[in-house]
């Protein structure tokens, strides 16, 4: 039976010959994620198996990114509590502040994500690995603790649906503006329980940051994962950051896909999502004039070198809008530490914008960039539902790092065509 | 296992956000999470429901965010049953794996408006509205499935199935 790049990893990992679409199997993990928000509820599950171990330590990834560095008491309490379990079960892979990023750019850079590999976090946005290759996605603490404690998770093995990629993105326009285009045209539930596979010859035209951005975003379709085939970009980002030999699956000639998308990348316009759906798209010719309060740039979506570099090449030398609060987070400590040595943290603070330690802070109304009623922002990040970024009569418009920057610039959501390189 | 109870009917695409927002999340205490579970959605429905009552909604129930604390919210809160049209795949794992009772039935979900009151009838898969005398059919669960809950969540499945 023909099986998708999807299939054929769980059905490795199941230690079968072959899978299904709609089959329920247990699978060996090579991988389990947890954060400050949903670790600790894993770890109180974790305690009702009553043993001592987890099945591997070095399988096991801990991440203090969301509330940190500690907003309040409580979050300060949970990290304790993480912190201390990841101490008592010697978790090799915990990252305390200092060497903590956001979690899907950080794991990836560190070298815990391979070609190939299963991988589970209690984050709904871990689909991002699906850019090298592995398959990832999303759960809950419960499975978590489950993995913790047995390696192994329930899977009900997706189908998938082909976006089959030709051309090239236009200047300014990028992986998200792809992605949002997608969701715009197939629905928040569009993908629902499915894979996402992208293939084509027009694959190689999209860096790896594109990549990540596009898989991240693949649970806003409803997605189960998210995942591109593995070619000479995927294999040069792991050969940088891995030392573990990738395996590659490619998907069976004659793999059942429910549908087909041809996308022709050079027809993609910048495009944002409007509150309060991340299918709720426009292109940048048709949002009107939307006056802004606030831009975050960055995130597990959209704050890795890249993103960086293009917001930096559209501030150079100016000042954002002076009724516009532009905030900037590297998602990880390399990230920032490149960002410094090329310069770009220093034309961000000219510009008149904040730059912040790594966390996922305001993305989801934690702390670091908090709407009150009624104002609206600009964000790089990944959802737009009501209260996402704060106050529940506050706007999130979500859009790439050029329509962000441009938009600190203007006041409004703007084009970045329209702004002029200094 | 039966429950019955009133109805509080959503739209789709109710997310994680407005099930419980994330400025609560500096917390897993369920209690807690209960006591600010729909609020940014409907103010009233902490105040109003009572245990037992159920959730209507159409699609997607659940989209969003992977945090437990969302079925916990509403578990705790007193809601004996999730029915919808559909539900976001995370929501749905979390809800099974932590023993929150949901049900998929378009055809119930287009006939139950707020307020009405409705019965389920697990082992039967058997969804009765009280207040217009209807009756629907839900899918009923994959055995694997059925078997977890049989164990009361993910933990005690996995505990015996493959810890022993």
Same mark, same amino acid.
């Given at each position: 039976?023909?099986?998708?790049? @999807?299939?054929?990893?769980?059905?490795?990992?199941?230690?079968?010959?072959?899978?299904?679409?709609?089959?329920?199997?247990?699978?060996?993990?090579? $991988?389990?994620?947890?954060?400050?928000?949903?670790?600790?509820?894993?770890?109180?599950?974790?305690?009702?198996?009553?043993?001592?171990?987890?099945? #591997?330590?070095?399988?096991?990834?801990?991440?203090?990114?969301?509330?940190?560095?500690?907003?309040?008491?409580?979050?300060?309490?949970?990290?304790?509590?993480?912190? /201390?379990?990841?101490?008592?079960?010697?978790?090799?892979?915990?990252?305390?502040?200092?060497?903590?990023?956001?979690?899907?750019?950080?794991?990836?850079?560190?070298?815990?994500?391979?070609?190939?590999?299963?991988?589970?976090?209690?984050?709904?946005?871990?689909?991002?690995?699906?850019?090298?290759?592995?398959?990832?996605?999303?759960?809950? @603490?419960?499975?978590?603790?489950?993995?913790?404690?047995?390696?192994?998770?329930?899977?009900?093995?997706?189908?998938?649906? /082909?976006?089959?990629?030709?051309?090239?993105?236009?200047?300014?326009?990028?992986?998200?503006?792809?992605?949002?285009?997608?969701?715009?045209?197939?629905?928040?539930?569009?993908?629902?329980?499915?894979?996402?596979?992208?293939?084509?010859?027009?694959?190689?035209?999209?860096?790896?940051? #594109?990549?990540?951005?596009?898989?991240?975003?693949?649970?806003?379709?409803?997605?189960?994962?998210?995942?591109?085939?593995?070619?000479?970009?995927?294999?040069?980002?792991?050969?940088?950051?891995?030392?573990?030999?990738?395996?590659?699956?490619?998907?069976?000639?004659?793999?059942?896909?429910?549908?087909?998308?041809?996308?022709?990348?050079?027809?993609? +316009?910048?495009?944002?999502?409007?509150?309060? $759906?991340?299918?709720?798209?426009?292109?940048?010719?048709?949002?009107?004039?939307?006056?802004?309060?606030?831009?975050?740039?960055?995130?597990?979506?959209?704050?890795?070198?890249?993103?960086? +570099?293009?917001?930096?090449?559209?501030?150079? *030398?100016?000042?954002?809008?002076?009724? =516009?609060?532009?905030?900037?987070?590297?998602?990880?400590?390399?990230?920032?530490?490149?960002?410094?040595?090329? *310069? $770009?943290?220093?034309?961000?603070?000219?510009?008149?914008?904040?730059?912040?330690?790594?966390?996922?802070?305001?993305?989801?109304?934690?702390?670091?960039?908090? $709407?009150?009623?009624?104002?609206?922002?600009?964000?790089?990040?990944?959802?737009?539902?009501? *209260?996402?970024?704060?106050?529940?009569?506050?706007?999130?418009?979500?859009?790439?790092?050029?329509?962000?920057?441009?938009?600190?610039? @203007?006041?409004?959501?703007?084009?970045?065509?329209?702004?002029?390189?200094? | 296992?039966?429950?019955?109870?009133?109805?509080?009917?959503?739209?789709?695409?109710?997310?994680?956000? =407005?099930?419980?927002?994330?400025?609560?999340?500096?917390?897993? #205490?369920?209690?807690?999470?209960?006591?600010?579970?729909?609020?940014?959605? #409907?103010?009233?429905? =902490?105040?109003?429901?009572? /245990?037992?009552?159920?959730?209507?909604?159409?699609?997607?129930?659940?989209?969003?965010?992977?945090?437990?604390?969302?079925?916990?919210?509403?578990?705790?809160?007193?809601?004996?049953?999730?029915?919808? @049209?559909?539900?976001?795949?995370?929501?749905?794992?979390?809800?099974?794996?932590?023993?929150?009772?949901?049900?998929?039935?378009?055809?119930?979900?287009?006939?139950?408006?707020?307020?009405?009151?409705?019965?389920?009838?697990?082992?039967?898969?058997?969804?009765?509205?009280?207040?217009?005398?209807?009756?629907?059919?839900?899918?009923?669960?994959?055995?694997?499935?059925?078997?977890?809950?049989? +164990?009361?969540?993910?933990?005690?499945?996995?505990?015996?199935?493959?810890?022993?």
């Amino acid at each position: 039976m023909s099986m998708t790049m @999807s299939q054929k990893i769980l059905a490795a990992h199941a230690n079968v010959d072959e899978v299904r679409a709609g089959q329920l199997i247990m699978a060996n993990l090579d $991988l389990v994620l947890g954060n400050d928000i949903t670790a600790p509820v894993a770890i109180n599950e974790f305690a009702k198996f009553g043993i001592d171990e987890v099945f #591997d330590n070095s399988k096991i990834a801990l991440v203090p990114d969301h509330f940190t560095p500690n907003k309040d008491i409580k979050a300060a309490q949970q990290c304790k509590q993480m912190r /201390q379990f990841a101490h008592a079960k010697g978790i090799e892979h915990y990252f305390e502040i200092g060497a903590m990023g956001i979690e899907h750019a950080l794991l990836p850079e560190q070298g815990l994500v391979n070609a190939g590999d299963l991988i589970i976090g209690a984050d709904s946005h871990t689909c991002t690995y699906g850019a090298l290759g592995a398959f990832s996605t999303g759960v809950g @603490s419960s499975d978590m603790a489950g993995g913790m404690a047995t390696g192994k998770a329930w899977f009900k093995v997706p189908g998938a649906l /082909q976006f089959n990629l030709t051309g090239r993105l236009g200047p300014w326009v990028s992986g998200k503006d792809l992605i949002l285009h997608i969701i715009g045209m197939i629905g928040v539930d569009g993908a629902l329980y499915k894979s996402m596979e992208f293939t084509g010859e027009g694959v190689a035209s999209l860096n790896i940051d #594109d990549r990540f951005t596009i898989c991240n975003m693949a649970i806003e379709a409803g997605a189960k994962n998210g995942i591109f085939e593995v070619d000479a970009v995927a294999l040069e980002y792991l050969q940088a950051h891995n030392t573990k030999e990738p395996k590659i699956y490619s998907r069976d000639k004659g793999a059942h896909y429910e549908a087909r998308y041809e996308i022709d990348l050079s027809t993609i +316009r910048p495009t944002v999502a409007f509150p309060h $759906l991340p299918s709720n798209t426009r292109v940048i010719d048709e949002v009107g004039n939307i006056e802004i309060d606030q831009v975050v740039i960055g995130s597990c979506t959209n704050g890795r070198i890249s993103d960086l +570099r293009i917001a930096a090449k559209i501030l150079q *030398g100016k000042r954002v809008n002076p009724r =516009v609060r532009t905030i900037i987070f590297p998602a990880t400590q390399k990230i920032y530490l490149q960002a410094l040595d090329e *310069g $770009l943290l220093k034309i961000f603070v000219e510009a008149g914008a904040v730059v912040s330690t790594p966390t996922c802070g305001p993305c989801l109304g934690g702390h670091m960039g908090i $709407l009150a009623e009624g104002e609206r922002a600009v964000a790089t990040t990944n959802r737009n539902f009501v *209260g996402r970024m704060g106050h529940p009569a506050s706007e999130v418009y979500l859009a790439s790092p050029a329509v962000a920057a441009a938009s600190a610039l @203007s006041g409004f959501i703007a084009n970045p065509e329209t702004i002029k390189e200094s | 296992m039966r429950v019955k109870g009133k109805v509080f009917r959503y739209a789709s695409n109710v997310d994680t956000d =407005v099930i419980i927002p994330a400025r609560y999340l500096n917390t897993s #205490d369920p209690q807690e999470l209960a006591s600010h579970c729909m609020e940014d959605l #409907d103010a009233t429905f =902490v105040a109003s429901v009572t /245990q037992g009552d159920l959730i209507v909604a159409d699609e997607n129930f659940g989209c969003g965010s992977s945090r437990e604390h969302a079925p916990l919210a509403i578990k705790t809160v007193g809601i004996s049953c999730v029915i919808a @049209s559909s539900f976001a795949r995370i929501f749905y794992r979390n809800a099974i794996n932590i023993g929150l009772p949901i049900l998929e039935s378009a055809e119930a979900v287009k006939g139950i408006k707020h307020g009405d009151v409705v019965t389920v009838d697990f082992s039967k898969g058997a969804i009765i509205n009280e207040t217009t005398g209807e009756s629907y059919t839900s899918e009923p669960f994959p055995p694997f499935i059925q078997e977890m809950m049989e +164990r009361d969540g993910l933990i005690n499945y996995l505990k015996e199935e493959v810890l022993q």
